[in-house]
Each structure stands twice: as structure tokens, then as C-alpha cells.
């Protein structure tokens, strides 16, 4: 292992695969330009940590690469460029050399050695996808098409790429979506059934795949799957939420109504509401992401009242008790809003929708708060 103590301390990049293309070694250097600690890649597949492309975003890391067979065929290979993953999710373009370790290789020992330079960030849109979870699942590629067809009808490989998203930072164990996808099933039954789903969902995203194992999108190591690109592709929960949390923090209120415009426009339905029974695992998600979206309609709603816009915050207020007839302090809102108006009968229409819709769907009064706007209201001459 002369070799590799050698590239202890070189300032390039080095790691080494053993004849399973499972990585045995990674120095400093490596650690620092793709952000990966040594124990949280050793033991792992190189092309299923990296998911390897060509400048071009054709697959080029895959099991079975002929590095492997080069190397102990004694040929030489030529230097190469490849766009992988750091740890962060970035896309970074990568020189690569190749070097055999010499020596009897026992199991588990390096075979070949990869030294790299970092050439710099690389562009993702070769790959990028739109993906979209409010309401309908829909997903766009790179180059505007959207996904469609037979297969993507199919509802459990619309739900896989679902919980892949959403658990896009993180391999997702084969064991895991058997229990999320098909709970009540047989456990050989369920492991066909994801086996037919994954090569249904890669065959979606790229028609003219020839081997599964050359997928850019889906990744594939042990027993485990993975959305590949991370961060790369653009999630609309992600956007949403992003898009509120800037909204509440932003000191000009003009500017933070606009931001609340754009976020909430994302808001397409309630979280994978078409998928319906077809999943099991996104209820408690789906309802975080509604009251998210609720809360975030009334601080709109209360800011374009502050800024005069006040037929925008009718509707903002109506649409929100449209969507949850028994949130008290949206009716609040609106019955404040018609009686500033002068429309007495209009606010008092409101509080009694509102106490009819608590006493029908939650048997219960409305609060101290709101009867209290309405006995104002009432008193009015």
C-alpha cells in the first residue's frame, strides 16, 4: 500500500476502489473538495455515492464500469472529466486520472486508485427536473416536456417519486418504501412490485434508457434508492416554504406581499391530494402543509388590509374560510373588514356561517374572541 501512503498528503483528491467497486480509501484532500468524512464513504459503491456524468449529463458511473477491467487487464486509461455530486448537493466538474495499485489484490483490498482536480461548479440543467406535489403530481424535464403516458399514470410510481422527493437528501431503504407503498402486502409480492415500480418510474423519466443501472435520476446501492441531484431539482414544497419564510421576514411590506403572492400561487391543493388511498404515509405532512399555507394566507390577507387592498383581502379572507369554514380568526378578520365598510349585514352573515360551521363539524361554540366582534357588530345602530 506504498501507494496510497503516499497520497496521504497530496493536494489532489484520492480514493480507492477494491475490485467491487466499493471505495477503500479517501484522503484528506478528497474530503475537503467533496465534503464527505472518511466513515461516511468507505465501504460505499463509488457510482452510487457519485452518480457520474459526462460533461454532456450522459450517465458515466455505473456497476460494472470497465475502469475495473482495464485496470487488471494492465491497459492504460486515459484522463477524463466527470460532473459528480458533493455532499451538499452542488453539481461539480471533476478531472480524473487512473491508476492501477499494484501488488496481489486480496478481497477488499484497492485495486485502482482515482486522483482528481476540481475544475469548478457545473450546470445541472442537463438533468434538472420540476417537480410538483401540491394537488396533482406532476413532473417536468430539463427540456420542458412533462412526464405522461401509461406507466406514469400508474399511481404507486407517481407516490415513489414522491416520497423520493421529499426524502431527497437521503437514500431511502428498500424496506421502507415496501412499508410506506404496499404495507398489507406479502413481503417477496411487495419487493416485485417496487422492483417493476422503480424500472417503471426510470423508464417515465428517461424513455430511451438502455440499461437501469445507466439511469441519471433514480440511484440504486445495496438496498436503498435515491433521487438523484439532490438539491438540483426544483420541489414546490420546497419553494413554498422557502417563499413564506422570506415573505415574514422581509422589513418592506410591499415587497413581502409580493413574496406571499409568489409563494402561495405554489399552493395547487392540498400535499399529494390526488394520490388519494394509493399512499398512507402523507397525512400527517399533508396537514402541516395545509395549516402552513392557512396561517400564511391570513398574514397576507392582514397585510393587504394594512396597504389598502382591501377587495384582495375580502377574497384572501373568503377563500381561506372557503377552505376551512371554522377557522375563527379569518371570519374574525372578514367580519372586521365588512363592518369597517359599513356592510353591517354582510359581517353579520359571516359570524353566523362561521357559528353554524363550528356547531355542525366541531360541535362546539365559537370563542370568546369572536362573539365578542359580533356583539360590536350587533350593538351597531
Same mark, same amino acid.
Given at each position: ?5 503516499? $497520497?496521504?498528503s ?13 471505495i ?5 484532500a ?38 475495473i ?5 494492465q491497459? /492504460?486509461?486515459d484522463?477524463?472529466? %466527470? ?7 452542488r453539481?461539480? $466538474?471533476?478531472?480524473? #486520472?487512473? !491508476?492501477a +495499485?499494484?501488488g496481489?489484490?486480496?478481497k ?10 476540481? +475544475? ?8 434538472q427536473?420540476?417537480?410538483? !406535489? ?5 413532473v417536468?424535464?430539463a427540456?420542458?416536456?412533462?412526464l405522461?403516458?401509461k ?5 404507486? +410510481? ?7 422527493? %421529499?426524502?431527497r437528501?437521503? /437514500?431511502v431503504?428498500?424496506?421502507?418504501l415496501i412499508?410506506?407503498l404496499?404495507?398489507?402486502m406479502? #413481503? ?27 439511469s441519471?435520476y ?6 436503498s ?11 414546490d ?5 422557502t417563499?413564506i ?13 409580493k413574496?406571499?403572492?409568489s409563494?402561495?400561487? !405554489? ?12 399512499i ?5 405532512e ?5 395549516e402552513?399555507?392557512?396561517c400564511a ?6 397585510l393587504?388590509?394594512n396597504?389598502q387592498?382591501?377587495e ?9 374560510l #372557503?377552505?376551512?369554514p ?11 373588514l365588512?363592518?369597517?365598510r359599513g356592510?353591517r ?19 362546539v +361554540?365559537?370563542?370568546?374572541?369572536? %362573539?365578542?366582534?359580533?356583539r ?6
Amino acid at each position: 500500500m506504498k501507494l496510497i501512503d503516499l $497520497l496521504a498528503s497530496t493536494g489532489d483528491g484520492a480514493f480507492a476502489l477494491d475490485s467491487e467497486q466499493r471505495i477503500v480509501y479517501w484522503n484528506q484532500a478528497a474530503e475537503e473538495m467533496l465534503g464527505y468524512r472518511p466513515e461516511e464513504v468507505l465501504g460505499r459503491r463509488c457510482y452510487a455515492l457519485f452518480a457520474g456524468r459526462t460533461p454532456e449529463c450522459s450517465p458515466l458511473c455505473c456497476q460494472g464500469c470497465d475502469i475495473i477491467d482495464l485496470v487488471q487487464q494492465q491497459k /492504460p486509461i486515459d484522463a477524463f472529466k %466527470v460532473i459528480i455530486r458533493h455532499k451538499n448537493g452542488r453539481a461539480l $466538474l471533476l478531472d480524473v #486520472s487512473t !491508476l492501477a +495499485v499494484p501488488g496481489e489484490k486480496a478481497k477488499g483490498q484497492a485495486v485502482v486508485m482515482h486522483l482528481f482536480r476540481l +475544475v469548478g461548479d457545473a450546470p445541472v440543467q442537463g438533468m434538472q427536473l420540476q417537480i410538483r !406535489l401540491f394537488g396533482k403530481v406532476q413532473v417536468t424535464r430539463a427540456d420542458g416536456t412533462y412526464l405522461h403516458g401509461k406507466l406514469w399514470r400508474q399511481s404507486k +410510481v407517481r407516490a415513489l417519486l414522491a416520497y423520493l422527493a %421529499v426524502h431527497r437528501s437521503n /437514500p431511502v431503504y428498500r424496506e421502507v418504501l415496501i412499508n410506506e407503498l404496499w404495507p398489507e402486502m406479502e #413481503s417477496d409480492a411487495a419487493r416485485h412490485n417496487l422492483y417493476t415500480t422503480v424500472y417503471n418510474l426510470r423508464r417515465c423519466l428517461e424513455p430511451n434508457l438502455e440499461r437501469a443501472t445507466d439511469s441519471c435520476y433514480i440511484l440504486q446501492e445495496d438496498y436503498s434508492y435515491q433521487l438523484n441531484g439532490d438539491t438540483d431539482h426544483w420541489l414546490d414544497t420546497h419553494a413554498f416554504e422557502t417563499g413564506i419564510k422570506k415573505a415574514r421576514h422581509q422589513l418592506d411590506p410591499v415587497q413581502a406581499m409580493k413574496t406571499y403572492q409568489s409563494a402561495l400561487a !405554489l399552493y395547487q391543493g392540498d400535499f399529494l391530494f390526488h394520490l388519494g388511498n394509493a399512499i398512507n404515509w402523507h397525512w400527517q405532512e399533508q396537514e402541516r402543509l395545509r395549516e402552513l399555507y392557512l396561517c400564511a394566507m391570513e398574514e397576507y390577507g392582514r397585510l393587504l388590509a394594512n396597504l389598502q387592498h382591501n377587495e384582495t383581502a375580502f377574497k384572501t379572507f373568503e377563500k381561506i374560510l #372557503s377552505k376551512d369554514p371554522c377557522r375563527e380568526s379569518a371570519g374574525r378578520r372578514l367580519m372586521a373588514l365588512h363592518w369597517k365598510r359599513g356592510n353591517r349585514t354582510a359581517a353579520l352573515a359571516v359570524y353566523q356561517r362561521l357559528e353554524q360551521a363550528l356547531h355542525t363539524d366541531l360541535g362546539v +361554540v365559537p370563542e370568546a374572541d369572536t %362573539v365578542t366582534v359580533y356583539r360590536q357588530i350587533a350593538s351597531e345602530a
